[in-house]
């Protein structure tokens, strides 16, 4: 991929890399330069230390911003072509730089991020010198900021791969120069991968791959821009979706022996930050009438992917009142799986499937939502605790459904189930 | 579908009288299921002797089942053949439900 470089002060090697993947944020990157800069001159001043700005090439000057922005450590502008986007891109071009500049430490950390604070370099970076290859953090949000991680990145995650991440498309990680290595030697880069979907996919392929994970504990809230989870989902939904899906279909030899989750070693004890999470607000309206619509829409092709059994279960959900509904957790799991299976199975074109994936999505952010209503945070944490090994236990139909072979009239046949 | 019933010391039989239990019967087989359940079989056993294959969707149907029954062990098989018993231990649910060779031998073992 054609790159262009600024690189003023003449970088050519570094010992931590700090990227920041950008497009547009010309008026938030300077405070997040400023205090990545105060971390690596108070916790690791004595380490060569770059800060790399991995920008879509914004025309609102966000490079120059960031070029301009005061700092101790030597900076170094990365852009795509004009006219090239996606996160996944930019990303690929910090691992590049990285590995070309022999980093042992990386670190990434999202453009619009206002509640990064020094002590956040430190703890991102301290567990990969202490043996780790890739650190995810865990920071205090609001219950329904992230409603994508709650509802599907995070439980999959646990279910599919056995490990308890709480945070697994959080933005900001930390990784080793070993595992940044090997992300440029996967063969599973794809368009969404180089778009939203890079998230999940750096997690995935840390986890699937046995490097050595773990968590860290930042504390304080992650504070970005939110929105009300029934907004429109833009291509997020899709990109991170069906990247996971994906990733399923890629991994089967290593999600059918997983028989249940374990935690991810944290690191740190938090920093001591009380504060609130900045609120998300919830039209639960919203959510019900796009299930609605949804229905109305897609109920054809959800006959084409859901199993009877699911579909009539969650076809009935919308027998109560919108403030009772409620899409229990075995339910969703099931309807995942068929989603997934029916991924692989190219049953519907995959975009017209995800699309159709996301009115199921709004109702059962709409149950989550009803379900938490009086609860605060730690309530609502134990509540998806509960949720997720709930969801565990339905691993089996994924299974059994991921070895069915349908015949060509639709019924799948014991033999050739067994010459599988 | 067709389902038959009897009952021996207390505890519930049901014998799925089909080959195949899919998605196109699974609405139906829970639905019967969970009609017997809720009448009385608190103490069940599903009898699979008759049955060749069995999909995700009625594996779905007998776990729904065995969650309305409430506490593990109160859902037991028997009579299953290979091809089904492959797939429950493909799917770790030979963990889950206790399998017998026969109904005398699951109605059995509620007594110990």
């Given at each position: 991929m054609t790159r262009i470089i600024k690189n003023p002060d003449k970088v050519k090697k570094a010992e931590i890399v700090v990227g920041i993947p950008s497009y547009k944020e010309r008026d938030s990157i300077g405070f997040v330069v400023s205090q990545i800069d105060k971390g690596l001159s108070q916790y690791f001043g004595q380490k060569e230390s770059v800060i790399i700005n991995v920008d879509n090439n914004s025309p609102d000057n966000t490079g120059k911003v960031f070029l301009q922005t005061k700092t101790n450590a030597s900076k170094l502008y990365i852009s795509t072509p004009p006219g090239t986007r996606g996160k996944g891109r930019n990303i690929r071009n910090l691992i590049e730089a990285g590995v070309e500049l022999g980093a042992k430490a990386i670190v990434m950390l999202d453009a619009d991020l206002k509640s990064i604070t020094p002590r956040w370099i430190q703890y991102l970076i301290e567990p990969i010198y202490m043996g780790h290859d890739y650190v995810i953090p865990i920071y205090v949000r609001h219950k329904y900021d992230g409603t994508i991680t709650n509802n599907i990145t995070y439980p999959l995650t646990r279910i599919l791969y056995g490990r308890r991440t709480r945070q697994p498309i959080a933005g900001d990680f930390g990784f080793s120069g070993k595992l940044a290595r090997a992300y440029l030697t996967e063969k599973t880069w794809d368009e969404n991968v180089y778009e939203y979907g890079i998230d999940i996919w750096m997690t995935t392929i840390a986890i699937a791959r046995g490097f050595k994970v773990c968590q860290t504990f930042l504390g304080a809230p992650k504070s970005h821009r939110t929105k009300d989870p029934g907004t429109s989902l833009g291509p997020m939904f899709f990109q991170v979706v069906g990247t996971v899906f994906k990733l399923v279909v890629d991994f089967e030899y290593l999600w059918k022996d997983t028989s249940k989750s374990f935690p991810t070693n944290i690191f740190g004890f938090g920093l001591g930050v009380k504060e609130d999470p900045p609120e998300v607000k919830v039209d639960s309206s919203n959510l019900f009438k796009k299930f609605i619509s949804g229905l109305k829409e897609y109920?054809?092709?959800?006959?084409?992917?859901?199993?009877?059994?699911?579909?009539?279960?969650?076809?009935?959900?919308?027998?109560?009142?919108?403030k009772k509904i409620s899409v229990p957790a075995d339910l969703?799991?099931?309807?995942?799986f068929d989603y997934i299976v029916?991924?692989?199975?190219?049953?519907?074109?995959?975009?017209?499937?995800?699309?159709?994936?996301?009115?199921?999505?709004?109702?059962?952010?709409?149950?989550f939502v009803n379900a938490t209503w009086d609860m605060d945070i730690k309530a609502a944490e134990d509540f998806l605790e509960t949720e997720c090994r709930i969801m565990e236990d339905e691993i089996y139909y994924l299974i059994a459904k991921w070895n069915q072979t349908p015949r060509k009239d639709g019924i799948p046949s014991i033999i050739q189930y067994l010459e599988e | 579908m067709k389902i038959d019933k009897d009952f021996q010391e207390g505890v519930a039989i049901i014998r799925p009288d089909e080959k195949h239990i899919d998605g196109y019967m699974a609405v139906d087989f829970k639905s019967k299921l969970n009609e017997i359940i809720q009448n009385g079989g608190e103490k069940t056993v599903i009898d699979l002797s008759q049955l060749e294959f069995i999909d995700s969707s009625g594996l779905g149907a007998m776990v729904s089942v065995l969650k309305k029954a409430g506490i593990l062990g109160k859902v037991k098989l028997c009579g299953v053949k290979d091809g089904v018993k492959s797939i429950l231990e493909l799917t770790r649910l030979d963990k889950v439900f206790p399998i017998y060779h026969s109904v005398k031998e699951a109605v059995a073992s509620f007594q110990e």
């Open positions: 109920r054809t092709i959800w006959k084409k992917i859901i199993a009877p059994l699911n579909l009539e279960e969650l076809l009935s959900v919308q027998e109560v009142s919108e969703w799991a099931r309807i995942l029916a991924f692989r199975d190219k049953l519907v074109p995959r975009t017209k499937l995800l699309n159709s994936l996301i009115p199921i999505y709004f109702i059962r952010t709409l149950g | -």
